[in-house]
């Protein structure tokens, strides 16, 4: 079946530290991977995302990277901000379709 | 981007009362969405998939006949929770895709938190 394996949080980190969310995945075919962002009080909204294995999605700082051989899709950060302060989802979506299937989302806190 | 619009964003209701969400999609016509909730500190679940002019398709577990879909244009779809009960209080979250551009994200809606009194 399909599912996405997210590390627990909560996270705490200080201004200006290195951030590393893991997600690994089970999949079959070759999913389409995500980063959903979801701010206190809103919906999600798409961070950043990879098609193809090897692929690297960036977006605001964040990077994450398509492994298929470890079927993993790891977010990281150089650098986070106060403002970077949210939940964060992994996400998976299969080739055929438009399901998505969600991680149980890491909360950040990232404090000054 | 392409916008997906919910409505309420926030509703209270009493217990035994039903309560209609309404996903809309603004910019492009949408034949599938998607209806999800959230619990506290919990991912998002898929509660079913709506599809415009037929019967929605529900996940295992949830109740069809609780959770009423309506998907009567490519706009539009509704999620009607009947006889709301405190233990349906939940974030309801809908989501869309653009037709014809492959493996793109979903756009999701701005969520609806429900409680039920």
């Known amino acids: 079946g399909n599912s996405v394996t997210q590390m627990e949080g909560p996270v705490t980190l200080s201004e200006e530290a290195f951030l590393t969310i893991n997600c690994t995945y089970t999949?079959?075919?070759?999913?389409?991977l995500f980063w959903y962002v979801q701010y206190p009080g809103e919906g999600l909204q798409l961070l950043l995302k990879a098609t193809k294995a090897d692929d690297k999605g960036s977006n605001k700082g964040f990077e994450a990277t398509y492994r298929k051989e470890t079927t993993s899709f790891h977010l990281e950060k150089g650098s986070v901000q106060v403002s970077d302060s949210a939940v964060y989802f992994c996400?998976?979506?299969?080739?055929?379709?438009?399901?998505?299937?969600f991680g149980t989302g890491t909360s950040l806190t990232v404090i000054p | 981007g392409a916008v997906v619009s919910q409505h309420p964003s926030r509703v209270i209701c009493k217990s035994g009362t039903s309560v209609k969400i309404e996903c809309r999609s603004l910019?492009?016509?949408?034949?599938?969405m998607f209806w999800y909730r959230q619990f506290p500190k919990q991912s998002l679940m898929l509660m079913a998939t709506?599809?415009?002019?037929?019967?929605?398709?529900?996940e295992q577990g949830v109740e069809k006949d609780k959770f009423l879909i309506n998907h009567a244009s490519l706009t539009l779809s509704t999620l009607t929770v009947t006889s709301a009960h405190p233990e349906d209080s939940s974030f309801y979250i809908c989501?869309?895709?653009?037709?014809?551009?492959?493996?793109?994200?979903?756009?999701f809606g701005q969520g609806t938190r429900l409680t039920v009194v």
């Open positions: 709506s599809n415009e002019g037929s019967k929605a398709t529900y």
């Open positions: 910019d492009f016509q949408a034949t599938t």
């Open positions: 999949a079959t075919g070759y999913p389409s």
């Open positions: 989501s869309a895709n653009p037709p014809g551009q492959g493996n793109t994200e979903a756009f």
């Open positions: 996400a998976l979506r299969k080739n055929t379709g438009n399901q998505f299937y």
